[in-house]
Nanobody, 120 residues
Framework: QVQLVESGGGLVQAGGALRLSCAAS????????MGWYRQAPGKEREFVAR???????NYVDSVKGRFTISRDNAKNTVYLQMNSLKPEDTAVYYC??????????????WGQGTQVTVSS
């Protein structure tokens, strides 16, 4: 089994910054990609950012220029640096990873979520 544990959420004023972390542990052969989704109250879960093992990144348009995703492959950890936060960034942020747990099998795993609240 694979576990993803997030940390770093909290309450911040608009314009402030937070850094989320997510560490993967368990039966890991390799991790293809790691990323973040978020879900605001009453809304569907949406993609935020993703980073592949080679370093390629993707972002949703609404966070480009404000959020930066990075990864420490040796620690199986992904980070999300969030700057210039806006009230509309308020959501539960979920870490996700595409993990190969054998040489033939891989699955998508999710963390438990961490709350980010941005006050105006």
């Amino acid at each position: 089994q694979v576990q993803l544990v997030e940390s770093g959420g909290g309450l911040v004023q608009a314009g402030g910054a937070l850094r989320l972390s997510c560490a993967a542990s368990g039966s890991i052969v390799s991790i293809n990609s790691m990323g973040w989704y978020r879900q605001a109250p009453g809304k569907e879960r949406e993609f935020v950012a993703r980073i592949f093992s080679g370093g390629t990144t993707n972002y949703v348009d609404s966070v480009k220029g404000r959020f930066t995703i990075s990864r420490d492959n040796a620690k199986n950890t992904v980070y999300l640096q969030m700057n210039s936060l806006k009230p509309e960034d308020t959501a539960v942020y979920y870490c996700t990873a595409l993990v190969s747990w054998t040489t033939r099998n891989r699955d998508v795993y999710w963390g438990q979520g961490t709350q980010v609240t941005v006050s105006s």
